[in-house]
Nanobody
Framework: QVHLVESGGGLVQAGGSLSVSCAAS????????MGWYRRAPGKQRELVAA???????NYADSVKGRFTISRDNAKNRVYLQMNSLKPEDTAVYYC?????????????????WGQGTQVTVSS
């Protein structure tokens, strides 16, 4: 079993900055892709940013130039730095990991989600 634990987030005024981080623990062989998704009230969950083990990143158009995703492969951690926040960034942010998990003598590919952390941007 693998666990993703998020930290950070909170309340900030528009134009401000926040960061969230996520730590993965468990029988991890390798984490291929780590990412952040968000779900705003009344909306579907959407991809915010993702990063491969090699450092290739992908961002939603709505956050390009404002958010930066990074990861520490040695620590199985992913970070999201959010600058120039807007009220429309308000959402629950979820950490996601596509990884290879050790189970006995086998290795399996799984996808895991964190419990979510609230980010609220006031106008």
């Amino acid at each position: 079993q693998v666990h993703l634990v998020e930290s950070g987030g909170g309340l900030v005024q528009a134009g401000g900055s926040l960061s969230v981080s996520c730590a993965a623990s468990g029988r991890i062989f390798r984490i291929n892709v780590m990412g952040w998704y968000r779900r705003a009230p009344g909306k579907q969950r959407e991809l915010v940013a993702a990063i491969t083990s090699g450092g290739i990143t992908n961002y939603a158009d709505s956050v390009k130039g404002r958010f930066t995703i990074s990861r520490d492969n040695a620590k199985n951690r992913v970070y999201l730095q959010m600058n120039s926040l807007k009220p429309e960034d308000t959402a629950v942010y979820y950490c996601n990991a596509n990884l290879l998990e050790v189970a006995g003598t086998q290795i399996y590919e799984y996808e895991y989600w964190g419990q979510g952390t609230q980010v609220t941007v006031s106008s």
